[in-house]
């Protein structure tokens, strides 16, 4: 090392300590700085400003390498450390989020950072909901690495209320972060607390059957999960890709039979029940030709009993795709070994007239597999188009199975509202219909499926309800000011009406409280609740409606308004709006609202119909009585639907309810929309 070189070293050196040294003397001043105003008048911006920039004074340093200033950065944290809670909660009152949440990570960093272990500091009983609200904070902001580790902190602190989430969103933020293995190993831990939830066991089914890595593992899950939901679609087909991979054709095809009982026309399940029933007689019909005497006699009747099974499920499949080579030469062969001539020779024909050969029917069976690929045709008749496309339904009405299916196996859902619309003559030209369906937000999580359901319920009122187009506004994906345009919309159809009309207004998408107020707002797709002054106020709104004085307003809000998602899959608010219960103001005027859930409750979705639960019944009941129905029965079905649902399928409380007007009495029971 030239002189030059050590030179240039001990600068740095003594630099560094020199800029350690002024930290601490800075963070010393800021520290007494905060004291002072503190004394003098109390609690104040200024105060907590300063003893932020004190926080980061010593922060720097503790993070150096200087093991004197160090020490003297440890004791001034260890210092300041009950007085970063106090100013946790002082921006908390004053519904100042952002600084809330800085002073929340500050007090969480400092207790969990490797050089403060020997302090002994003594975190406060709120120690777990600042974890949770710092989790929340990095988990929205995509900012993975660190919700993970405060994620950890709240499971550290012993606190069970919302130990199963954290598991699920720390798994969760693995995945964003494609790290599958810690991923795999955060939902086991969590499943051995938590052994029914759904949500986890969905997860790490999700993952193992994505990478095919450990089929064992799956299984189990898989059992478990079946254990909690036996109806679940997609727990059932993943249940029979696992027996087809390991040639346990006879179980596979129980499963498959159960499906087509729920989904006789869906051509996906009908493919797989025939190939399992013909694998099963494949099975048996060699080990037949291994055995001898009596054992083999049995394994050809059984043999014989599942190709004559195969055959009836081989047809069905063949009349909706008769371009499925590869089922018509199992059904050949099925015909072949139970004797069936006439049918063999039918389905030869068939097979020659495509441009392929019969000429191995009836010889070595071997197993058919789902995806296999077909044989060439003759090359001097014209080259077929054989069918692989294997999630081609047999007519419209097919809805295949939801969540927990791996990617390879997801198909495209339709639900059954979405199809088949009734249409009523009537001209419903005195109502109009105000449609908002905010689906794709720019700064919280996502609502599934509310797009669909702001389409297909335009379609319903269109279709079902008689209103003309030209009464119907539909909006997607609404900022605050297309919120106020569409009410002022509103406003100046009544008032050109005089009054004399109705309004229907929908509304999907998500809602927020005010942490202070308690109030409920509707969240335009440009906001993320922290500024309640560019939210929608549901106050605001009933009094604009009320204003109108139309002869009748009916409101649908597929929201909730405790700061949850519908998918559950996100959080998009900290810990201290999640479980807030808003307050619930008297209704004036000829105005009826249905609302997807009480007041401290998730509105959630219902995936395997692609709308929001309380969507998919509004539209059902519609559909099934063509509009005729008035809305206490409306609410009825409504709310008996979807509680007993929700708890079925979301393993949730969701309890639609209904508020009419004080001055509408007993009328609004028998209005109807029609």
Known sequence: MTWKTIYIVLILFFGQLTVNAQSIANATAQYNEFVQAISSSGESINAYNSLYLCFEQYWG??????????????????????????????????????????????????????????EFLSVGADYATFA?????????????????TYLQAYINSGEAEKRADAYNFMAKSYIHLNDMPHAQYILEQGLLLYPDDIRMLATIINILGEYKTNDIALQKYVSQAIRYKPDDEGLLNIQVQLYERTNNFEQAAMICNRLRQTKPQSLDVARHLAINYYNAGVVYAQKANNSDGKESGQYKQEASSYFSLAVQVLNDVLY???????????????????????????????????GYSPSSIGGDMQLMAYNSTPPRPNLTAPKPVPSNSFNQPLQPGNHPPITSTPKASQKQIVSDVDIDIPVNKTNNTNTFAVIIANEKYKKVAEVPNAENDGIIFAEYCNKVLGIPNDNIRKHLNVTFGGMLDAIEDMKAIASAKHGNCNFILYYAGHGVPDEKTKTAYILPVDADGKQMRVCYSLASLYTELQAMEANCTTVFLDACFSGATRSESDMLMSARSVAIAVDDNEVEGNIVIFSAATNDQSALAYDEQKHGMFT??????????????????????????????????????????????VSMGEKWKHIKLK
């Open 61 to 118: 340093v503790l993070n150096g390498n200087d093991a004197t200033e160090i020490n003297q950065a440890r004791g001034g944290l260890k210092k300041i450390f009950p007085y970063i809670n106090n100013g946790a909660y002082y921006y908390t009152k004053l519904n100042d989020r952002d600084k809330a949440e800085q002073f929340v990570e500050a007090y969480i960093d400092i207790s969990l950072h490797e050089a403060m272990q020997g």
């Open 132 to 148: 949770w609200m710092a989790a929340c904070k990095n988990y929205n902001s995509k900012n993975y690495t660190k919700a993970i």
């Open 320 to 354: 909706s795709d008769p371009l499925a080579i590869n089922y018509a030469y199992a059904l050949a062969n099925a015909y072949a070994y139970i004797g069936d001539k006439a049918n063999l020779q039918t389905i030869n024909g068939k097979i020659q007239a495509l």
């Open 616 to 661: 998919y019944y509004l539209l059902k009941k519609l559909k099934e009585s063509r509009g005729d129905i008035n809305l206490q029965e409306l609410s009825d079905y409504i709310k008996d639907n979807v509680t007993l649902q929700a708890r079925l399928k979301n393993h949730k409380d969701q309890t639609p309810t209904v508020i009419p007007g």
